[in-house]
Nanobody, 127 residues
Framework: QVQLVESGGGSVQAGGSLRLSCAASGYTYSRYSMGWFRQAPGKEREGVAGFYTGDGSTNYADSVKGRFTISRDNAKNTVYLQMNSLKPEDTAMYYC????????????????????WGQGTQVTVSS
């Protein structure tokens, strides 16, 4: 049973930073894709950043490029999302997700391609 547990959300002022963590357990695949997604009230879930463990490739939504960084700690089986220069429009529930196999390029940012989801962590950015 794959489990993903997010943490690290909170409230911050515009321009601030947060680091989200996603602890993964129960994954039996040696290679898989991980993604961070967000969903604001009344909006569709959107991909923010994606990562493939096989080659370390990453992809980002245009709205977060240069501000957000996805990374992985193999020893801790944890994926992180470092978020800098936060804006009020970054306010949303953030979810991590996992998918078996290699999601190429921007397909890493497509929610329906992911099999497993965490429960989410709220990020609120005030102006």
């Amino acid at each position: 049973q794959v489990q993903l547990v997010e943490s690290g959300g909170g409230s911050v002022q515009a321009g601030g930073s947060l680091r989200l963590s996603c602890a993964a357990s129960g994954y039996t695949y040696s290679r898989y894709s991980m993604g961070w997604f967000r969903q604001a009230p009344g909006k569709e879930r959107e991909g923010v950043a994606g990562f493939y463990t096989g080659d370390g490739s990453t992809n980002y939504a245009d709205s977060v490029k240069g501000r957000f960084t996805i990374s992985r700690d193999n020893a801790k089986n944890t994926v992180y999302l470092q978020m800098n220069s936060l804006k009020p429009e970054d306010t949303a529930m953030y979810y991590c997700a996992a998918a078996s196999g290699h999601l190429f390029g921007l397909s890493k940012l497509i929610p329906r391609l992911y099999n497993y989801w965490g429960q989410g962590t709220q990020v609120t950015v005030s102006s």
